[in-house]
Nanobody, 126 residues
C-alpha cells in the first residue's frame, strides 16, 4: 500500500490550502488515517486524525479551529483543509494510516502508523 499526498505549495499568511491523500495498491483496512507534519530541525508533529469507524476526529492543539480533516469514501481520499495559515505551519505534511488497535489508541504517535505517504511541502510566507 502506498499513500500519495498532494496539494502543498506556497501561500501567504492568512491563506488556505487543501491537502489530499490517496492510497494506491491493494485494498487495505485501517483503523485511523491522519496527518503529521515536520518542520526543519523539529520532530514529526501530530496534526489531525480521523477514525474509520464513525469518522471521529482529533486535532493537535496548534491547529484546532483552523484545520479540518475529512474523507471521501467514494473517492477513497483523505483531505486536510487548512485555513488561517501562519508561518509556523510551514512544514512537510505527511499522511499516514494505522491498522491496529494501538493506532487508534495512540493516534498522536508517529510510531502507531503502518503506512506513510511521501510528504508534501507547505510553505507559508509572512
Amino acid at each position: 500500500v502506498q499513500l500519495q499526498a498532494s496539494g502543498g505549495g506556497l501561500v501567504q499568511a492568512g491563506g488556505s490550502l487543501r491537502l489530499s491523500c490517496t492510497p494506491s495498491g491493494r485494498t487495505f483496512n485501517y483503523v485511523v488515517m491522519g496527518w503529521f507534519r515536520q518542520a526543519p530541525g523539529k520532530e514529526r508533529e501530530f496534526v489531525a486524525v480521523i477514525r474509520r469507524i464513525a469518522g471521529r476526529t482529533f486535532y493537535g492543539d496548534s491547529v484546532k479551529g483552523r484545520f479540518t480533516i475529512s474523507r471521501d469514501s467514494a473517492k477513497n481520499t483523505l483531505y486536510l483543509e487548512m485555513n488561517s495559515l501562519n508561518p509556523e505551519d510551514t512544514a512537510v505534511y505527511y499522511c499516514a494510516a494505522g491498522r491496529t488497535s494501538d493506532s487508534g489508541a495512540y493516534y498522536y504517535r508517529p510510531s502507531s502508523y503502518d503506512y506513510w505517504g511521501q510528504g508534501t511541502l507547505v510553505t507559508v510566507s509572512s
